[in-house]
């Protein structure tokens, strides 16, 4: 069997409404990941042992436990309590919630990295908690940060194929569903393959630029 | 829940499938970090350039968009896999690309005098790397590959969609049995969570023995009584 070009010409439209779905899922997953990975690394400074242990805890659980499962149990745990998603949504919140989990991490490192004289400084500037945290430790925490959330943007982009798990069309599932409704998987999954690989390199270009622009030392 | 706890002969396979596979594409992953690593170190223009090549193809590629290519496409030229060598491949090789960054990153952060000393000691570059560099490359390449170990464990789930029976794998077969969706799930992910706790502290137990070997740990409680760092925020 041979690479059949008219074959690839035709499947095209179809991937390419399944990219979109792709890039829709990763770019919302990204916005609740970044959102609430901040609110993980805030509630983990509370003062309360108890907030902290908890959100450390459940981060931990999320983190090392496959994203998979976790879209399963998004997907067809959450129904059965009342709450009924749509594929495409609770696959979105699965790929954020989990990722989260990491961008959490790094805002961690980011404000850890941030100089200890600037936290002295707020305090002998008197400013007040909201100022010390909006106005002094996240603009350079973030700063710091921005090409590790950058690599998360794209390890993100290479797991929603998972997705389609949960019977979401994306890149993936249209090249398994157009493959086997010809049973010819060949073209279908080859170019899918080549449209991540052409994807994830320029994007890791990209970072590299952003690691250079936003670099501290 | 009862119903769920009654079928983990099944759980207890699905485990196992899960471990072999995990245990399986480290091993692969491991052999093909050091390779294309090393390679990547090297200061031969072409091995560098077939570091670049292995690393950007199978870092760029989803292990599941791998494994359905392995699984689905490639029997249609020729080359037919089981499940479980395309799944192990398929892993193998994404993973095995991330390493090969850490091997290559850690061996370019051993301090370049100890890479002059070896060289004025008159060692060969087989015994340079094998003696002097390697050894505590190897200490900066272990947290990080502890960190790859886990993800590599978590990415074994997706095996379950190209037909193996894995923990994923049986936890739909309980849940269409049982119909309890929320316990069999709640089940399946705190065993992933207890496979994982026990990855972590058999890479950390490799890290603190490293780190002695090297002399770079002091005995055991000394580091209580050193004061702790500068620096840092407050909590």
């Given amino acids: 069997m041979t690479w059949d070009w008219n074959y690839t010409g035709e499947i095209l439209p179809d991937l390419l409404n399944g990219l979109r779905v792709t890039v829709v899922a990763t770019l919302l997953g990204y916005a609740i990941a970044l959102v609430l990975g901040l609110a993980w690394t805030l509630l983990q400074r509370t003062p309360s042992r108890l907030v902290n242990g908890t959100v450390r805890w459940a981060a931990e659980f999320i983190r090392s436990t496959p994203l998979l499962v976790q879209l399963f149990f998004v997907f067809y745990v959450l129904p059965s309590w009342g709450l009924t998603l749509g594929p495409l949504t609770a696959g979105i919140i699965g790929l954020g919630l989990h990722y989260s989990t990491y961008t959490a991490e790094v805002y961690r490192a980011g404000i850890d990295d941030v100089p200890r004289g600037q936290w002295e400084a707020a305090t002998a500037l008197n400013l007040p908690r909201r100022r010390v945290w909006l106005g002094v430790v996240l603009p350079q925490a973030v700063r710091r940060v921005v090409p590790t959330l950058g690599n998360y943007l794209i390890a993100m982009f290479k797991d929603s194929p998972l997705l389609l798990a949960v019977n979401v069309v994306e890149l993936l599932g249209a090249a398994y569903q157009t493959g086997s409704r010809t049973l010819q998987f060949l073209e279908p999954i080859t170019i899918v393959g080549v449209l991540f690989i052409a994807v994830s390199v320029l994007s890791s270009l990209l970072v590299r630029r952003l690691e250079r622009r936003y670099a501290t030392y | 829940m009862s119903e769920v706890l009654d079928s ?103 301090p370049k005098a100890q890479y002059e000393a070896a060289v004025a000691l008159n060692l060969r570059p087989a015994q340079r790397m094998r003696r002097v560099i390697l050894p505590q490359a190897v200490a900066l390449m272990l947290p990080p590959f502890g960190n790859l170990l886990i993800e590599l464990m978590k990415a074994t789930a997706v095996v379950s969609l190209v037909t193996i029976a894995d923990l994923t794998f049986r936890a739909q077969q309980i849940q269409a049995n049982t119909g309890e969706t929320a316990a069999t799930y709640a089940l399946v992910l705190v065993v992933y969570f207890v496979i994982a706790q026990v990855l972590q502290r058999l890479v950390r137990l490799l890290e603190h023995r490293t780190e002695r070997m090297l002399g770079r740990r002091p005995r055991r409680g000394a580091l209580r009584e050193v004061p702790a760092p500068a620096g840092g925020a407050p909590r």
């Fill in chain 2, 8 to 110: 983990h002969p099944q759980l207890l396979q699905g485990a196992w499938i899960t471990v072999q596979i995990t245990v399986l594409g480290a091993v692969l992953a491991l052999v093909l970090a050091l390779a294309f690593g090393v390679a990547g170190a090297a200061r031969a223009v072409w091995m560098r350039a077939v570091n670049r090549l292995y690393v950007e193809f199978f870092r760029g590629a989803a292990a599941l968009v791998l494994m359905y290519w392995l699984f689905y496409s490639l029997p249609l030229v020729g080359l037919r896999f089981t499940p479980m060598a395309a799944a192990v491949l398929a892993l193998g090789l994404n993973y095995g690309a991330y390493g090969a960054e850490v091997v290559r990153g850690s061996i370019n952060a051993v």
